[in-house]
């Protein structure tokens, strides 16, 4: 008989253990309210439920110290919540079929920050990327997870404007100093031999090589100068039946003259640092004429 009892124990240590569950359950018996479960492999849920599936707001904890506290849908990650990974990085933001989808804000262990639009998981669409040791940023375009299109590369004294390709800048764009003048050029990109190898040919990898071509002032925002009408515009405009419509009245051309004040003084500007930039420009060639004459 102690043998029996002894067989019986054993089957019973072999069934696969389903966890636990503590919360409510609907009629059916399936787990539907608020409920605490501890899954087989040591993760522990505690939130809503609907029809035995994680539904609405919940907290998962993952045995290595990982945890989601947000919105699920059909026991997937959907809707606003915060991951927190192992690592330390954090993402705050949208969801959807457990990826990180639509608008949201990634904090890495080194301090870095994207803030932006994400697609299936990556970086894609509109979003600012902030490098925290040297205090820069990229604002621009994404797409899967790499800098491309339009963008804007800003450091502490000057920044940079143009387009990107796979992390790196491409074709035209311009530079925008602080001191003000912009430097505009073009990106060109030039191979480079790679390292040999013990058994690895040499691969060519392109690098951007900026080629400047000219140094501007900076470029200022003037307004348009309201439209003068015609005299036929300054007609009453009229149905077809010859009915009085819109009587509109003549535009106060008043700040016309401010406008054509602030259009001189910035021809001005332009005018005086485009003489800074060549008497700069002529004191360098003097110094090195200087250089290079005998004592």
Known sequence: MSDDVSEEFEEEEKLPYLGEYEGERNE??????????????????????????????????????TRYIGEYRENKKHGQ?????????????????????????????NNDTYTG???????????????????????????????????????????????????????????????????????EPKEMDEEEGEEEENIKLPVPIWKAKKITPL?????????????????????GVGEKVIDQPLPDNSGADELNEEKKEKENLESIMNEDINQESASEEEEERQSQSPN
Not at 50 to 63: A, C, D, I, N, P
Not at 143 to 158: A, R, S
Not at 221 to 233: F, I, K, W
Request: with cysteine; charged share 20%.
């Open 219 to 239: 470029t200022l925002y003037t307004p348009p100068l309201p439209e003068v009408p015609s005299p036929a515009q300054e007609e009453l405009q009229t149905s």
């Open 117 to 187: 639009e994400w697609f299936a998981g990556q970086r894609h669409g509109q979003g600012t990327y902030f490098y925290a040791e040297t205090g820069s940023k990229y604002v621009g375009t994404w797409v899967n997870g790499q800098q491309e299109g339009p963008g804007e590369l800003i450091h502490l004294k000057h920044r940079y404007q143009g387009k990107f390709m796979g992390r790196n800048p491409v074709g035209p764009g311009k530079y925008i100093f602080d001191i003000g003048c912009e430097q505009h050029g073009e990106y």
């Open 81 to 109: 919540g915060t991951f927190f990974y192992a690592d330390g990085s954090q993402y705050e933001g949208d969801w959807v079929n457990d990826e990180k989808h639509g608008f949201g804000v990634y904090r890495y262990p």
């Open 28 to 65: 059916e018996g399936e787990r539907h309210g608020y409920g605490k479960a501890i899954l087989p492999n040591g993760d522990i849920y505690e939130g809503q439920y609907e029809h035995g599936k994680r539904q609405g707001q919940g907290t998962y904890k993952f045995k290595n110290g």
